[in-house]
Structures are given as structure tokens and as C-alpha cells.
């Protein structure tokens, strides 16, 4: 009778904490901000747009790892590429980014991973447009293939 008893309480106690978490409030607008500020801390991607009429798109993530480095991971389709393609992230916006201010490893069968010194907060704490940008190959380096802005 006891063991019905507690067993009911439980029981009682998973309810109750269902409808409050049902029926609580939406989140205030500050309160969505802080949830997508952390998530972009946590990681943001970048879509990647086709230029040149080659047919590739893709994404770039972008993760500061636990020693606060920034991972950079580019994820590439369509196209056909048989060689390395070169990618940087660029000072300025798509689709005519200018200088170079970080080398990316190779695109490589559409994919890439590369960990920068600098953390993603140091990254856009200029305040300048950035962009990432795929090149076609090291020897057709001024034909851009896809390219996409870091958001600011």
C-alpha cells in the first residue's frame, strides 16, 4: 500500500512538471536573443553561393574549439573539381571579396577543415565584412566558385 502510494506521488510530480513546462510563458524577446547569441558562440554556418556558373554551393561551420581556436569546416557540392580548390576568408563581401586575411586548407572531393589561431569573437571584433571564398583551382585562382559573408 505504501509502495502504491509513493508510486502515485511520482506520478503526480512527472504531471505537474509536464503541464508547467506546457503551459509556462514563450520566452521574452531577450530571452530568445540570449539563446541565439549562445548558439552562435557555439557554432555558426555560413552558406556558401555559387559564382561563375560552375555549379557548386556548400557551407562553411565555424567552431572555436576548447583551446579557443577557430575550426573552420567546409562542406562543398556540385561541381566537378579534380583539383584541389584553394579557399580563404577574404577582408570585404561576395561577391568581390579583396585581400586574403586567412588561408584555408584545400577543398579537397568537396571538403575541408581547418583550425586558425584566432578565436571567432577576435575574428569579427574589426567589425569589417568578411567573407569565405572557393576558388576554382591554384591555377585558375581568380575564378571564384562559390563564396558566402560572415555574418558580423
Same mark, same amino acid.
Given at each position: 500500500m505504501k509502495?502504491?502510494?509513493v508510486l502515485w506521488i511520482v506520478v503526480a510530480a512527472l504531471v505537474a512538471g509536464g503541464l508547467f @513546462?506546457?503551459?509556462? =510563458? +514563450? +520566452?521574452s524577446p531577450g530571452e530568445v536573443s540570449e539563446v541565439v547569441e549562445t548558439e552562435m558562440t557555439e557554432g555558426i554556418t555560413v552558406e556558401l553561393s555559387e559564382q561563375s556558373d560552375l555549379g557548386q554551393t556548400g557551407t562553411a561551420t565555424l567552431v572555436n574549439n +576548447?583551446? !579557443?581556436?577557430?575550426v573552420v569546416t567546409l562542406a562543398m557540392t556540385g561541381g566537378v573539381f579534380p583539383e584541389p580548390q584553394p579557399a580563404h576568408i577574404h577582408l !570585404? +563581401?561576395?561577391?568581390? =571579396? !579583396?585581400? @586574403?586575411s586567412y588561408p584555408l586548407t584545400d577543398v579537397v572531393d568537396g571538403m575541408s577543415v581547418t583550425t586558425l589561431s584566432v578565436s571567432w569573437e577576435d575574428l569579427v571584433a574589426t567589425g569589417? =565584412?568578411?567573407a569565405i571564398n572557393i576558388h576554382k583551382s591554384a591555377a585558375e585562382a581568380s575564378t571564384y566558385t562559390a563564396c558566402g559573408d560572415l555574418p558580423i
Open positions: 509502495s502504491n502510494l @513546462v506546457f503551459l509556462r =510563458p +514563450a +520566452a +576548447a583551446d !579557443g581556436m577557430l !570585404g +563581401a561576395c561577391p568581390s =571579396p !579583396g585581400a @586574403v569589417e =565584412p568578411q
